[in-house]
Structures are given as C-alpha cells and as structure tokens.
C-alpha cells in the first residue's frame, strides 16, 4: 500500500455496539485512569524512582507536534526505562498508557513485546487486551504486527479466525484484517484451519457480493495455497469456481470483481475465454433475448437476473475478448464492441477502448504483413 | 456531466496548507511522530511541485530544515540511515545510540528526497553506512523490513529500498535477483499487485512494484506483454465514473489513488489512457476552502492527499487551455519527485568520483 498519513482530527470510532461485542474488555479503564485522579505518572509515588527523560530537539523541527501534558509525561517516563532497560509489569502498564495516546508509536510496541518475553508474561490476556486495540485501530500497522508476534509465540491459530471475523464485521474491507487471515492461513497451514475457509468466504459475499476482498481471498484458498485432501482433483475445482461465480453474476452482473475472477480462474486454468460464450453472451445484450421460457433454462449458464442493467460492461468487453483472440473477419465484431463501449457504454475509458481497436489493428497488420 | 471547464487549481492555497503543518500540529496528530520524515517530505513535495518553494519560504528556514533532518540520520548497530523524528530521543543523551532509535527505510528515501528538494549538498552524507543499513533490512525472501532485523516488510520497504539504491547509484546494497522475486511474488490474478504475497492488488503497491521493476531493470516495459495488458486493463478500470481513481476494485475513489494508478500507467508507458480532465475534475472538488486537498470532497485536507495529488496531476495534467493555475512542475514517475529535484538527488547522491591522477598528485 501507501505511506499514507493523514491529518484528519475527526476519526471515526467504531460504533460502541460492535467494539463491546467483538471485546469485552473494551469497558476496561484506559492503564491512565487505573490509580485514580492523578492522570500524571510524575505524581505517582511507585514511579519515583525512575528519572524521566525529556525529548531531544537539538534544532528547530519540522511539523512540531504540540504535545499534550499527559503524553509529554508519560514518553517521559517511557524514554527513561529505555535507557534504564527495565522490565517489569509497571512498564506493560506505562507502554499501555502510551500506546493508547499513540497507537502508531513504534518503539512502545518494540520494548512491551521485549517486556511481554522477558517476563512470560501470559499471552491470553495480551491478546485479549489486542482484541480491543485492533477493533480501536484498524488501520494502524502496529497493531497487526504485535499481533503476529504474539500468536507465533502462543501457536494457537484457532481463535484468531473468529476474532477476524468478528473484526470483519466492522470493516469488511480492511487490508490488514484480511492480511493477517491470509497469514494466519499461510503461516500455520493446519488441515483444520482451512475446513471452513470457503463458506467463510460465501457468507462474506452474502453480506457483500460485491467485496473484492471476498473475492481476492477466495482465488488465495482455491487457487494460490497449495492443494489440500479432498482438493486433488484440480479441474473439479475449475469447474466448481466458474459455477460459484457465474452465480454470483447472474445475481447482480455489473460487478467487476466476479467478472475479474471469473477472467483469474479461467487464465489460471489456461481455458479459452470463447468456452464462456455461451454464458457471456445474453449479458452483452442491451436486453434479455425475448422469450425463452423458463423450462429450458440452462442451469450451466444462468441468465442475468430480472431488472439488471444492460449490457453489462465487462461482458462487452469479454465478447470483444473473445473476438479478438478468434482473429481475422472477427476483429470487425470486436471493433463494434469497443467503439459501443468508447462511446455510449464507458465513456470514462475512451481513450483505452480506442487504444485497444488501435493495437488490434496493428496486431492485424503486422500478422497480414 | 463533468464540468466544461475546470475550477483554478489553489496552487498558493495548498501551499499554505502544507507551510502551516510543517510549522506545527496539534496533539491529536500524535500519531505522525514515527513518520514525521514522510510527513514533511509531503509538504515539502507539494510546495516544490507547484513552484512555490521559494515564494514561500526563506532561505533560514529551509537551512533550519535541513539541518533538522540532517538530525535525523542515525548510525544504529546495522548501519545508517534516518528515523522518522527525534521522538525517541533524550535530552542530554550521551549514548550514541539506544538501540530504540533506530533508522527506518521508508524514512530514509523520504528523508534523501526531502534533502534534494532543499538543495542539500549531502555531504554529510554517511554512503556507507547506508548501503550497510539496506543490506540488514533485506529478509531472506528478497523483501525488506522497515528496521534491520524486524519490524513489517512490503512492497512499500521494497520500493524505498530500490529508489535509495538508484539516488546512490550504487546496488550493493541489496541482492537483486532475490528482491525482484519478492516483487513477482506479490503479482495477483487481478494484474495489480498486492503488500506482500497472497495479498489483494492495490494501487499503492501495484506503484511500488512497476516503479522498482522499472528502476532496477531500466527496461522500457519491465513485464511481459500478457502481464503488461492485463495490469493495464486492471488500473484502467480503477478510474471511476467521477473521474478519481481507486484503489482496490469496487472501492471509491480517493484522490491519492489518482497518483497511484495514474504513475504506475505512467511507468508503463499507458499514461495516455487516463481521462486527464475527469480525474483533474476529481481532484478540483477535492479542494478544500481554506487550502489543501483532501482524500474526496468535503473531506478535511491533509499533506498526503495533497501531494499525491498534485503530482497526479503534474504527471497527467489537464488540456492547457485550463489555464496557468493547471500548470505544475513536471515530475519524475519513478522516484516521485520533480524533475528538478529527481536530477539534482541523481546529481549529488552518489558517492563522489574518485579521481586518480588527482590522488596521485597529492601524494596518496
């Protein structure tokens, strides 16, 4: 992804509903709040015998932050048992207070995993403490790697699929949500992991179906992760996946992420896109081919669902596909079909349709020459 | 229907925006502190690509600047390199290095561009270290971590790593064959690329992964022609009806995603293929009141969506008759930076050539 930094002052939080269903420790008081009024560490009296160390800033920054005194404080104390190397459960408790001011603050998650090691600390109750801070943070990076660290030590997978799923259900489209399943997945490759993977993902595309994460993690669990027992017959898969996505077409065909699928697993399985004509063909129409009568339907090639709009981009694109690929007199189809999406059905990517009939009609050439 | 002519681009209005972060931020933006380099290198960005460096800031600030990263580079246990910002760092510290202050990659190709856009001489420029530091951040898969010895690997580490190697001039730093492995492997059935292995393609990384393909191979296409066409058709079909691009598909469009797709068609040499003046459309209506361009109108502004969109749109601009508010520096695709600034990196970045009659002369 980015390097992506944004500035905004208003982030949203998850709604509260979701946070206390996903972690019941969310009710739990912030580490800061835990010995009572004092929110400064300075006045504690356990903590003084520690010398806090103030930040260096030798010159003139760039982009001071302007601090607030609690966090002034406690980066203080931080800075101060990093230089002592002390590890203890007070510093759990202070490295708490300072990732929840800053939960992007890199060397606070560092030195509390070191601490979490050094004092074998249980694992459980971290983890569980994460639950609330992953749901809090999604889009923090920190977050999911602390986890990952954690769960490669308690090698016990097996929760973190329905904690995912849960998380999931905050943002269904999360990059590192989706990330670490995929890990977790990959990493541990345990028979019982993968039992459920596809049903998962079905009901990921039941609330969804338009979820190119869905889609993504699927082709990874069929295709792209080695083969497991009962997957050996490969072409049953093919077979099986080009059944799934047509149905999800015919449920709702201006979808470009079952269209990119159904393109992935046909170009994984090396079969000519032409073996989908028939499929393709009624989407491409401006409309349902008039009276066929529904005992005839053919249940390999499911037709678009009533009141979809047609024609349906990518399949025009898709038939002039197989037109071009047909070559000679066929080129002239595919030319239609371009010029139909250059200027009336995708307009937006005219000059892409324009650059595609251009290099057919190079490829043409060149073949005739 | 986009509009028959577009909005002025708030060339003076972004500027500000990005002089005023760099001057301060508020508490909430605590979060920046492990990323205040890449921060700053985004409003340093955005007031070099609208050609307003000058205009807007003073010759003792930009030395105070520079001296303020030069702060930033660090010699750790593993070498080199630059940290996101002394928010580690103790007052009075006598140690030369806490072993949590350590230099991290991302920060260090900000840190090298940032460095060029002020006009640094670089020589204080620690070449050896560096090369050192990059060798300790590469995995043994070909990726690189953030920090040597740990912290996350993408294809965001990958890209840094690449462009540091070529403002160098010098790859020694990393085992290539291995890091473009890596950077095969991350390749998904939809052509764009994912972070890491098995993940789904995104706009970002499907950037990182043409621009290093690109800097490293130095092949006009570094893919094959069946790989070429189908990411093209996949960043293509990113841009949406509104004109802004996406990242992932079916996903809105955010207005840094018009850098993103747009550079990687770019380094494809696809870039033709964009609808320019919907995305500049796009972009016009992220424009915030005050100054800045946020991620999709009505959003607030931030120095990353600015800059990325900016150089989007100095890489693909609109039609000139939009007028001169439209016109900005022309920009370097591969390390993304202008011109300008990519030449003076390439200029000054390397290691000095030593010559030998001179060594000769003076008795060495």
């Known amino acids: 992804m980015k390097i992506e930094i944004v500035v905004d002052p208003a982030r949203p939080a998850p709604p509260a509903s979701l946070v206390s269903r996903v972690a019941p420790a969310a009710s739990a008081p912030a580490a800061s709040d835990a010995r009572g009024a004092s929110c400064c560490i300075l006045q504690r009296p356990e903590w003084a015998d520690v010398v806090p160390l103030e930040q260096y800033e030798n010159v003139t920054p760039l982009a001071p932050i302007f601090y607030t005194d609690e966090y002034r404080d406690a980066t203080n104390y931080f800075r101060g048992i990093v230089k002592s190397g002390e590890m203890s459960p007070r510093v759990l408790e202070l490295t708490e207070n300072v990732i929840r001011q800053n939960p992007g603050h890199y060397s606070a998650w560092q030195y509390r995993y070191k601490t979490l090691m050094a004092l074998k600390s249980p694992l459980d109750d971290e983890l569980q403490l994460m639950d609330e801070l992953a749901i809090k943070h999604l889009k923090t990076y920190q977050v999911w790697h602390h986890r990952r660290l954690l769960v490669q030590q308690t090698r016990n997978p097996g929760p973190e699929l329905e904690f995912i799923a849960n998380s999931l259900q905050v943002d269904m489209k999360n990059y590192h949500t989706w990330s670490y399943r995929q890990w977790i997945l990959a990493y541990f490759n345990d028979d019982a992991l993968w039992s459920h993977e596809l049903d998962f993902v079905e009901s990921m595309l039941e609330s969804d179906v338009r979820n190119n994460s869905a889609w993504h993690h699927r082709f990874f669990v069929a295709f792209q992760s080695g083969v497991r027992n009962g997957?050996?017959?490969r072409d049953a898969i093919v077979r099986r996946e080009l059944a799934f996505v047509k149905e999800r077409i015919a449920i709702a065909p201006n979808n470009a992420s079952a269209w990119n699928y159904l393109r992935g697993v046909l170009d994984h399985a090396k079969i000519p896109y032409s073996e989908l004509q028939a499929f393709v063909l009624p989407y491409s129409l401006p409309q349902l081919p008039l009276g066929i009568p529904p005992e005839v339907v053919d249940l390999e090639n499911p037709l678009p669902s009533k009141d979809s709009q047609l024609p349906c981009v990518a399949a025009v694109e898709f038939m002039a596909d197989i037109h071009e690929a047909a070559g000679g007199g066929d080129l002239v189809k595919a030319t239609e079909l371009w010029k139909s999406l250059a200027n009336e059905h995708d307009?937006?990517?005219?000059?892409?349709?324009?650059?595609?009939?251009?290099?057919?009609?190079?490829?043409?050439?060149g073949g005739d020459g | 229907m986009l509009p028959a002519s577009?909005?002025?681009?708030?060339?003076?209005?972004?500027a500000a925006h990005c002089k005023r972060c760099l001057s301060g931020l508020p508490s909430s933006q605590v979060d920046i502190d492990p990323?205040?380099?890449a921060l700053s290198f985004y409003c340093l960005g955005s007031l070099d690509v609208s050609g307003e460096l000058e205009k807007k800031t003073k010759d003792w600030e930009r030395e105070q600047w520079r001296e303020w990263i030069w702060s930033q580079q660090t010699r750790g246990h593993h070498g080199t390199g630059f940290r996101a910002s002394s928010y580690m760092t103790a007052k009075h510290s006598t140690e030369e290095h806490s072993g949590h202050d350590n230099p991290q990659i991302i920060m260090t190709y900000t840190a090298l561009l940032s460095l060029s856009i002020l006009r640094d001489n670089f020589s204080r420029l620690d070449r050896k270290g560096l090369l050192e530091f990059l060798r300790s951040?590469?995995?043994?898969?070909?990726?690189?971590?953030?920090?040597p010895l740990g912290g996350d690997s993408d294809l965001r580490t990958t890209f840094c790593a690449f462009a540091i190697s070529t403002m160098l001039d010098d790859w020694s730093g990393m085992d290539v064959a291995n890091a473009l492995q890596f950077i095969y492997s991350c390749r998904t059935y939809e052509g764009g690329y994912g972070q890491s292995p098995f993940g789904e393609a995104l706009g970002g990384t499907t950037y990182c992964a043409l621009a290093a393909l690109r800097l490293a191979t130095k092949q006009l296409d570094p893919l094959s022609l069946q790989d070429r066409q189908k990411t093209v058709r996949w960043l293509v079909q990113n841009q949406a009806y509104n004109g802004g691009f996406s990242g992932r598909t079916n996903k809105d469009a955010d207005a840094c995603y018009c850098f993103w797709c747009g550079a990687s068609l770019h380094v494809l040499d696809a870039g033709d293929l964009v609808d320019n003046a919907a995305m500049s459309s796009f972009i016009a209506s992220c424009q915030f009141k005050y100054?800045?361009?946020a991620k999709i109108p009505g959003e607030h502004p931030d120095p990353y969506h600015t800059y990325l969109s900016l150089a989007a749109v100095a890489l693909l601009p609109p039609n000139s008759s939009e007028g001169a508010s439209w016109a900005l520096c022309p920009l370097d695709p591969l390390l993304n930076a202008t011109y300008q600034t990519s030449s003076w990196a390439r200029a000054h970045i390397p290691a000095p050539k030593v010559d030998d009659d001179a060594l000769g002369d003076a008795g060495i």
Do not use: M, V
């Open chain 2, 137 to 147: 951040c590469q995995n043994i898969d070909g990726s690189f971590s953030s920090e």
């Open chain 2, 291 to 293: 100054g800045g361009i």
């Open chain 2, 35 to 37: 990323a205040k380099l």
């Open chain 1, 231 to 233: 997957d050996e017959d």
């Open chain 2, 6 to 14: 577009l909005p002025p681009l708030s060339k003076g209005g972004h």
């Open chain 1, 347 to 365: 307009t937006i990517r005219k000059r892409y349709w324009e650059y595609r009939i251009a290099e057919s009609l190079k490829t043409k050439s």
